[in-house]
């Protein structure tokens, strides 16, 4: 995955150009700024900053993460509305010190994690997280056109789904991309979440809550 990612870098945001994309994104957008006014945001996989800006826009400040160096150059390219900082950081790795974020953002990233490695995860990313902070995050749907476009390659025993990718330079990638859906994401974040609100767009789902008192302290 990260090799994929470092090699798609540069040509990354060119999905965004999809017109049947359009609606949709209007939407996240909107979601993203409402979600994160006046807050304190980490972001997870943060990737070339795209999502980053959107945040930015109300936000107080965010501190981005990413484990690739290429497109966490991008993103420092970028300006922005609030303070940002960056951070070279594995997304399953816990916090060092006290939460201190009262946003955390995960854009186009779930999809990506191994299932089998999903707890942990949550775990992570709540660790930096405080209680009552609100989390929002988004991934694409695996309808059927998407899976006209990109059929599954394979599952495994773990049951994840995984798809072929190729970029413009004719190199071929296989990377994780799982679907969820409102059952799936109340299974795996509800433990750890009050208020949760799911909406699904045409082409992707949408969740917001608010991280409970326990699941801040979890160890990782």
């Not at 070339?48 to 690739?68: C, F, K, Q, S």
């Not at 942990?120 to 609100?134: D, E, I, N, Q, Y």
């Not at 190729?166 to 750890?192: H, M, T, Y």
């Amino acid at each position: 995955m990260i090799t994929y990612y470092a090699h798609r870098a540069a040509e990354y945001e060119r999905v965004y150009g999809s017109p049947r994309w359009q609606d949709d994104l209007a939407q996240i957008r909107e979601q993203i700024r409402a979600a994160f006014a006046g807050r304190r945001v980490f972001e997870v996989a943060c990737g070339t900053g795209y999502w980053t800006r959107y945040a930015a826009e109300r936000a107080l400040a965010v501190h981005a993460t990413d484990v690739n160096d290429d497109t966490l150059a991008l993103a420092r390219a970028k300006t922005y509305a609030a303070p940002i900082s960056f951070e070279r950081r594995d997304a399953y790795r816990p916090a060092t010190e006290p939460a201190r974020f009262d946003g955390g953002l995960a854009a186009l990233w779930l999809s990506h994690v191994d299932l089998s490695r999903l707890d942990g995860f949550l775990r992570a990313f709540h660790s930096h997280l405080l209680p009552g902070a609100t989390v929002f995050m988004f991934d694409e749907r695996v309808t059927g056109e998407r899976e006209r476009r990109a059929p599954t390659s394979r599952t495994d025993e773990a049951g994840n789904r995984y798809e072929l990718r190729r970029l413009e330079s004719g190199a071929q990638f296989e990377i994780v991309k799982n679907a969820f859906d409102a059952a799936s994401l109340e299974r795996a974040i509800g433990p750890c979440a009050t208020g949760l609100v799911y909406r699904e767009l045409a082409n992707f789902w949408t969740l917001q809550y608010a991280v409970a008192g326990a699941a801040a302290s979890l160890p990782g």
